[in-house]
């Protein structure tokens, strides 16, 4: 018989000696994952609990229009946080009236806001992407988990309407890429990146990411780098510079370990920096120190 798995909130990790930044997460989908059962905090309650273990800024990211109108209402809300805002890959197609089935076995499953129109939900994106507390276009790229041919074409154009942006308005790109490293890479090379690009919750190997960083982009690393499985994620990071190195939680979702299996949130990410110290053979300090760095660095100052 298995260990039961422990529902609800883990405990708050000792805080960290120097502040970090959280790269990536989503605030407003916290509610989400939560049981009825589970203590459902506020957004204020949760930022409040990550600067208390040491995570005082961070980046919230909204991938669809409603997430996105949000993010540019909490930006404004918490000076904690900037944004960031984008047409997830998942979602594009929706918008365009795409409706096969795709690789993960899901019936699609549209939703009012998805009546808008890619070019119309484009369109409302380019104007959040002007807030002067959204700092980066994302997450955008290619999705082949939940995306079926059709699907994928439509993808390819949304993530390339993300990057004109992000070169227009001079931003930050962060990336999602699941199960379509290649095909990332063709698009970023034939469209010309911006000059910042970001693979969040890098998830390529080391020969990826050396690539990656021989461009000068940035790799961030979340909870699945703590899982066993994934050694070929821990070889990556090894071979990332600690000047294009970031951390992020991706709340609330990939919950890092020895939390695993429990929601997520910002609080949680001194588990995952001091992982990735352990990797490197150095101290939770100096990743904090260089990771933070490297969000200002992209982002500007908060």
Known sequence: MGRRRERGWAADPA??????????THLDSIHDVLGPEDPHPSVRETIDRAVAVGVPRMVQIGCDLEAARATARLVEEHPELVG?????????????????????????????????????ALAEIAELARHPRVRTVGETGLDFFRGGERAREVQREAFRAHLALARE???????????????????????????????HC?????????????????????????????DDLRAALRVTPLDRLLVETDAPYLTPVPARGRPNAPYLLPH???????????????????????????????
């Open 84 to 120: 960031g805002v984008a047409i997830h890959p998942n979602e594009a197609p929706l918008h365009a009236g795409i409706r096969e089935v795709a690789p993960d076995g899901l019936e699609p499953a549209p939703l009012p806001r998805h009546e808008v129109s890619l070019d119309d």
């Open 15 to 24: 805080p960290l000696e120097v502040p970090a930044v959280d790269g990536h």
């Open 169 to 199: 308005t001079g931003l930050p790109v962060q990336i999602h890429d699941r199960d379509a490293h290649a095909d990332v890479l063709d698009v970023l090379a034939r469209d010309r990146a911006p000059e910042s690009v970001v693979f």
């Open 272 to 302: 995952t920096v001091r992982f990735v110290a352990t990797t490197l053979g150095l101290t939770e300090a100096e990743i904090a120190t260089a990771t933070s760095a490297n969000a200002d660095r992209l982002y500007g100052p908060w």
């Open 202 to 230: 890098f998830s390529g190997d080391a020969e990826m990411a050396s690539f990656c960083a021989a461009q000068g982009w940035y790799l961030s690393f979340a909870g699945p780098v703590t899982y066993n499985a994934n």
